[in-house]
Nanobody
């Protein structure tokens, strides 16, 4: 599976963005998907995840209530809606796919996209 993340940009605090992650391959619908982020000088951290069916999701406490993960298996795409953005949300955002159940652990994912930069100004 090849993943291509897009949708990042520069936004003011309180604003919104929608990230997309397009996947190649006909088996996309069999993968649980996750979004992670990495700020300069920090480790990559879990943001959100969704099961292959879209029926179950999980969020980091820091984004719960502000971010929403969703997917469209017909379009081989997973989304991350970012609302009420804060300067501390500034990071490179990565999408990832796992053939196992989704996890908060970086090491649980088999495939990674190239990342898209989100910058939130105060």
């Amino acid at each position: 599976v090849q993943l291509q993340a897009s949708g990042g940009g520069l936004v003011q605090a309180g604003g919104s963005l929608r990230l997309s992650c397009a996947a190649s391959g006909r088996t996309f619908s069999s993968y649980d998907m996750g979004w992670f982020r990495q700020a300069p000088g920090k480790e990559r951290e879990f943001v959100a995840a969704i099961t292959w069916s879209g029926e179950s999701t999980s969020y980091a406490d820091s984004v719960k209530g502000r971010f929403t993960i969703s997917r469209d298996n017909a379009k081989n795409t997973v989304y991350l809606q970012l609302n009420s953005l804060k300067p501390e949300d500034t990071a490179v955002y990565y999408c990832a796919a796992t053939s196992k159940s989704y996890s908060h652990r970086v090491g649980a994912y088999d495939y990674w996209g190239q990342g898209t930069q989100v910058t939130v100004s105060s």
